[in-house]
Each structure stands twice: as structure tokens, then as C-alpha cells.
RNA sequence: GCCCCCGUAGCUCAGCAUGGACAGAGCAGAGGUUUCCUAAACCUUUGGCCGCAGGUUCGAAUCCUGCCGGGGGUACCA
């Protein structure tokens, strides 16, 4: 198959050459962009780069190359402005180039096999037991999920990690105050409420009482050390709380390769803390044993407390040791939210230290926080918002819009779920992950404009589309009868979609994808309303339907890809 | 104190990695579009010293330095 890029790439690369420019037409192809407003060519290729070494201007080396380049039939037009090289093919050739394969190919379109035999061991979402699964584990869960299924795509063998949060201080609090406040009534009726008033009962508390705080402490010891009852009673809240997450899990489509959390480590512990103090890696400190480095940018590292107690640091030393020994990882991420980005550092730190080399190879990936208003949402403070009350608003909603909009939708419970998930997924994954979202539920609820349900509600309309079409969609067809810019525009567009896919594996930005769904989606939508799809003209209706369906090919593996459902009506 | 992140339209955000063609969207506001493929849509329109000041460059929202404002972190919470 002939690539008509790669074969404008090499003619350009080729032009820079007889200049006297070493180039090469990778290196052209990796610079081809599209235009910011039309006018600008279908695609261009700046030449900035090379006018130091001519030591000319921009627009004259540009003007030489288009002067000199001799370029594949297809190209109907060049221009040189400014430093910019400018083309325009002939009506329908990108269209043909790229329409069929992605009709033919579908799933496979953004497939490659860079990743292959390579494991990627993912941490995300990692909620507390016994706390209610909040918005803010959502980002976690949720940016976690689109690169499982992005290096899926990419042929990486990701293994997906629930580090749950089911072992520390905080148990030892939980089983202090149910034996103090808790009943056994309530645990039944309602569990995540009764472990939630709990956990919040005892944090309050604990300001006026500081003697809650050595009950917790004395508590967590006995379950360290193996107390039966202590120990029945954590194995119920674990259960419980896994129950309720699974559940929620299970309505956002989310799903894991393993729940071992924390607690899971415990046998690894103490040999690890003996290892660390023999090898004299860590050394005691005011009672802790801690670990420190030759960067003075790096604070000592707390690797066991004074108590003797285990902490966050020592289970997530042995766990990244069990993590190699079991996948041999080549890369290992951490989702988890940006206040941890010194910890991070502190944990690749000591395990580079240990002599691990594949600690190179484990990343932060670190996001802002989930705000509501003005606060940051706190367990502690009771301030947070259950991710259940916000995705059962969410399907609410969307159940009022297709009583009003579509009232004879035959599957109406099971839409509203997947669109009303897909407005809350879409909430956390449309900013860019360094930033903070200000999370508001006007915001979330509000269907119109740049969301989750826009993106699906067009899927739909494709679908419906196709349905009305009432054939099958030819791929051997002219598509030269595609001579609108906006054809031309959508096509160069579904082109950059697999470049798109492989930017999110290699920036762990999901957000790019989002945008460029939003942008092609954006301007299908205004074609469609401007044009008419099918129309009395045979083989133009046949290339629009192509058109048509490989944006809804597109659409809908993005869509996958981003953890948002994809209904074919709503 | 030191370290990290953020600061673009009334609000929420793209654009910054790899400097480049007049700084883009959505929401909110104003006006319009439905005998026609899903109007959860589309079209038009109002709205910007890209936090401030320097520097590098032919060219800076983008890179560098300083400052201001906000947030986070800074040994036994996770």
C-alpha cells in the first residue's frame, strides 16, 4: 500500500537534500502538522528548523524547496508561505488513503505492536476500606483505566493493581471506635454508612481526646500482631467495602488484574525491615529506621516507625519487590494524585538504592486535586462527595433528557447508566492532569456544549445514520466526488488518529484524546448539519456514508479507549 | 526557609513536551435555525495587556531568570 505522506515526506526530504540539508523523510513526516485555519494548505510542513543551517531566512529556503520539489501526481498544489510548505492534493486521494483502512481494520485501526512482551504494571484507583469510595479516587480510577486500555491497544500487557488501602493506623482507629460507638445492627443495614459516621466520629473526636489516637495506635498493633478478633473484625470492613467498590466499579467499567493491597505485604515486612538494617541501608533514628540519600534534595525516608509499626513506605517497598519478582515489569505507574510527588521520589530513591535497576522504571503519574468550591474534599472532614450520589445524578438526568428528547427509546435504564457514567468519566478526563478540577455538579449534570454525552450523542447519530443507510458501506469506491474541505478536513483528521493514541501511552495524557475526539466530532457535527449525507446522487451518498462510518469507527474506539460507553441510540 | 504545581475571555478549560502562520473552544449572555439523515445539535454575535517585569531568538502564551498571587509538600497519615 502506497503511503501518500511518507511519499510527499521523501520528495521533501529530498528537495532540503540537493540544498544541502541533511534531512530525512522520517524526519519530514514527524513535522507535518495540520494547518490552524484553512487557507493554509490541507497539510504543511514548517521549515524552521533548516534555515540555520542555509542561514536563510525562513520564506526563502521555503520558497526554494517549492521551486525545486518534485512531488507524487497526487499533489495538486504547493505553496510556500512564510517558512511554511503548504499542500493541497487532489480531491479524495487522503480520503482514499485512509477511509477504507479504517473501515476495513475498525478496532485494530490505532493497533500497533510496539509494546509487545512488554508488562506494564499499573497502581490506580487504590481506595481506603472503610471509607466511602469518593469523587476523588474517581481521577485516579479514571486516568488509570484509559492507559490500561490505550497500552492494551499498543500491545503492552498492562496488569492493572487495586493497591487497596486496607492496613494502617486509621484500622486501628476504625476497630477502636466500633467497639466504642458501632453496632452490629448498623454494620448490616447499611455498612459503608455505619464504617463512614465511624471513621468521621473518631477523627472528630480525636481533636479534644488525644488519647484516641493510642487506642488507634494500640489497636493496630494487636492486628499487626496477628489478634483474632481484631483481626475477624478488619477482615469484615475489608469485605464489605470491596463489595460496595466492586459494585461501583462494575457501573464505571472498570476492572482489575489484582486486589492485593496493602495488607497483602504483611509477611513481607519484617524480612524486609531485617534486610534494611542488616545490609545497613537504614539505620535507626530517633527509634524509626529510616533511609537516606546523597541527594540533599531528598528528606530522610520513615521505613519503619518508632513503634515498630509498618507504615505507607515499608508495604510499598515490599509491594514494588513482589510487583517485580511477579510481572518483571518494564514499566511500572503509579496514579496517584500530585501531593505524594515527593514520597514518590523518596520511594524510586530508596529502591534505586537497594540496588534495584528497574526502579528507573517506575513513574509518578500525578494529577491535581478534585475541589468542590473553594475546599479540597477531606474523608477526615466530611466534606467529601460520594461518587454514587454524583453518577446516580448523573443517570437521573439523562433519564429526564430522553423523556423529553427520545421517549420511545426502547432500552432507557440501560442508556441512562452508560451516558450518565460517561458524563461523570468525561468530568475528570477532559483536564489535563496536572491541573486541579474544580468539581461542580451544574457542571457535570449540564449535558450541552464539550461533554461526555455530546461525544456519545454523536456516536448515536452515526449509528443511526448507518442504520437508515440500510446497506453495507462500500470501501472500493471513488472518493474524489469528496472534494469539500471539510471532507478533506475530516479525513486528515481520522489519519492523525493512531499518532494521537500512541502521544497518550507516551505522555499518560488521555486528555489529548479527549480533545481530539472533541474536535473531530465537532466538526463532523457541523458538516452534517450543512451538508446532506444521503443524497440522489449514488456514488456521492456511497463516499459520504464512508466517510460517515470510519468517523464512527474512530469515534467509537475512542470512546473505548477513554472508558466512556458507546450507545448505538439514545 | 527550601522544593514542586498552577495563573490564558465573567466561569470552566485547550494551546506550552518538539518556540512559528492573526491566541482557540465550551458554558453563561444576545439573536437565529426543525415539512429534511437523532435540535443532547447547528449558525451568527458579545467578550483577551496569555499574572507582572526582564532575557534568549528573525519570531515567545510556549524556553530562561526574577517577582506577585493561589495550592501542595517538607520523618514516623496515606
Aim: proline share 5%; aromatic share 10%; hydrophobic share 40%.
Amino acid at each position: 500500500m502506497t503511503d501518500i505522506f511518507a511519499d510527499i515526506a521523501r520528495s521533501t526530504a529530498e528537495a532540503l537534500g540537493r540544498l544541502g540539508v541533511e534531512t530525512s523523510a522520517e524526519e519530514i513526516k514527524r513535522l507535518m502538522q495540520l494547518p490552524a485555519k484553512p487557507g493554509f494548505g490541507q497539510f504543511a510542513v514548517p521549515l524552521f528548523g533548516f534555515t540555520k543551517t542555509l542561514c536563510q531566512p525562513p520564506p526563502v529556503v521555503a520558497g526554494k524547496v517549492a521551486d525545486t520539489i518534485s512531488c507524487p501526481a497526487t499533489v495538486q498544489k504547493i505553496e510556500a508561505v512564510g517558512g511554511f510548505l503548504n499542500f493541497w492534493e487532489q480531491p479524495g486521494i487522503i480520503a482514499a488513503e485512509v477511509l477504507p483502512k479504517i473501515v476495513h481494520m475498525r478496532d485494530r485501526y490505532a493497533a500497533a505492536d510496539e509494546g509487545m512482551g512488554q508488562v506494564v504494571v499499573m497502581d490506580y484507583s487504590h481506595p481506603n476500606i472503610a471509607k466511602p469510595f469518593g469523587v476523588g479516587h474517581l481521577r485516579s480510577t479514571v486516568i488509570g483505566n484509559s492507559l490500561y486500555r490505550v497500552l492494551e491497544k499498543l500491545s503492552y500487557k498492562p496488569v492493572a493493581i487495586n493497591h487497596l488501602g486496607d492496613w494502617g493506623t486509621q484500622f486501628g482507629k476504625l476497630i477502636y471506635a466500633f467497639r466504642q460507638w458501632g453496632s452490629e445492627e448498623q454494620l448490616s443495614v447499611q455498612p459503608i454508612r455505619a464504617l463512614y459516621d465511624l471513621y468521621v466520629r473518631v477523627h472528630e473526636e480525636a481533636k479534644y481526646n488525644p488519647e484516641l489516637e493510642e487506642h488507634g495506635r494500640a489497636e493496630f498493633k494487636k492486628l499487626e500482631d496477628g489478634d483474632p478478633d481484631n483481626r475477624a473484625l478488619w477482615q469484615r470492613f475489608r469485605d464489605l467495602s470491596l463489595q460496595e467498590f466492586n459494585r461501583i466499579y462494575a457501573r464505571l467499567g472498570v476492572g482489575f488484574d489484582s486486589y492485593a493491597g496493602e495488607a497483602f505485604y504483611n509477611e513481607h515486612l519484617g524480612p524486609l525491615i531485617k534486610r534494611l538494617q542488616e545490609t545497613g541501608l537504614a539505620h535507626e533514628s530517633e527509634n524509626a529506621l529510616v533511609m537516606e540519600f546523597d541527594d540533599p534534595q531528598l528528606p530522610a525516608f520513615v521505613v519503619r516507625k518508632a513503634d515498630d509499626a509498618s507504615l505507607y513506605a515499608t508495604r510499598d517497598l515490599a509491594a514494588a519487590e513482589y510487583r517485580y519478582k511477579t510481572y518483571h515489569f518494564s514499566r511500572a505507574l503509579y496514579i496517584v494524585g500530585s501531593a505524594q510527588a515527593l514520597y514518590f521520589r523518596q520511594l524510586f530513591a530508596a529502591l534505586k538504592k537497594m540496588g534495584y535497576a528497574w526502579a528507573d522504571h517506575m513513574e509518578h503519574i500525578e494529577f491535581g486535586w478534585v475541589k468542590f468550591g473553594t475546599e479540597i474534599m477531606s474523608t477526615r472532614k466530611g466534606t467529601v462527595v460520594f461518587l454514587d450520589d454524583v453518577i446516580e445524578q448523573a443517570v437521573q438526568r439523562t433519564k429526564d433528557i430522553i423523556a423529553e428528547k427520545n421517549p420511545e427509546l426502547p432500552n432507557v435504564d440501560e442508556v441512562a447508566e452508560q451516558v450518565g457514567t460517561g458524563a461523570v468519566v468525561f468530568s475528570q478526563i477532559a483536564v489535563r492532569r496536572n491541573k486541579d478540577i474544580v468539581f461542580s455538579f451544574e457542571d457535570v449534570l449540564n449535558f450541552d456544549g464539550h461533554t461526555g454525552p455530546f461525544l456519545q450523542y454523536n456516536h448515536a447519530r452515526l449509528c443511526s445514520l448507518l442504520r437508515k443507510y440500510g446497506r453495507p458501506v462500500e470501501t472500493d469506491i471513488d472518493c474524489a466526488v469528496l472534494a469539500d474541505p471539510e471532507e478533506t478536513r475530516l479525513a486528515l483528521l481520522l489519519h492523525e488518529y493512531p499518532r494521537m493514541v500512541q502521544t497518550v501511552a507516551e505522555t499518560c495524557e488521555p486528555m489529548t484524546l479527549a480533545a481530539y475526539l472533541i474536535e473531530l466530532v465537532d466538526l463532523y457535527s457541523s458538516y452534517y448539519h450543512r451538508v446532506r449525507i444521503m443524497t440522489d446522487d449514488e456514488s456521492l451518498t456511497r463516499a459520504r456514508m464512508l466517510l460517515s462510518a470510519a468517523i464512527r469507527e474512530v469515534l467509537r474506539d475512542g470512546l473505548y479507549l477513554l472508558g466512556l460507553a458507546a450507545p448505538e441510540q439514545m
